[in-house]
């Protein structure tokens, strides 16, 4: 069996759970805010989870293995964030299921002059370069945190 794929936006406890694990770590409140202005989302679920009938209804926490998300003003600017998988999962070619639709998405969303980026940490710059992604240094990346 393979793993399953949904395009929605995970619920707020499971994205907490899979940033706990893989990522740095998001309050409740910043989850909550954060994903409902999610352009794309998509999630990895285990080969024998459910997929929710209703897109009022999320997959059981433990379903979720991985995900991926769009955020941006929907029109000028993108940027793919929370491209994670856990660590049990990984070396599946997941990471890879998770940026092709993604990359799908973005071919069929983003107009002409839309800008898209992204921060890769260590060498997952490695698989985004197969999506066409590649270092922009016209300026500094600079970051404020709270």
């Not at 399953?4 to 706990?20: F, K, W």
């Not at 994903?35 to 999630?43: E, G, I, K, T």
């Not at 459910?50 to 209804?57: A, F, N, V």
């Not at 973005?106 to 270092?135: C, H, I, M, W």
Request: glycine share 10%; net charge negative.
């Amino acid at each position: 069996m393979s793993y399953g794929v949904l395009h929605a936006t995970p619920a707020p406890e499971t994205y907490m759970h899979l940033r706990s694990k893989t990522l740095s770590p998001k309050t409740l409140t910043a989850s909550k805010i954060g994903l409902a202005n999610s352009l794309f989302s998509v999630q990895i679920l285990v080969p024998d989870a459910t997929i929710p009938s209703s897109k009022d209804e999320y997959p059981r926490q433990q379903d979720v293995v991985g995900m991926g998300r769009v955020t941006g003003d929907g029109g000028c600017f993108f940027e793919v964030v929370d491209i994670c998988v856990l660590p049990e999962h990984q070396g599946k070619g997941l990471g890879k299921k998770i940026m092709t639709e993604i990359k799908q998405w973005l071919d069929e969303n983003v107009p002409q002059t839309g800008f898209v980026s992204l921060f890769a940490d260590g060498q997952a710059k490695d698989l985004y370069a197969q999506y066409g992604f590649k270092p922009y240094q016209l300026g500094i990346g600079m970051a404020m945190e709270y």
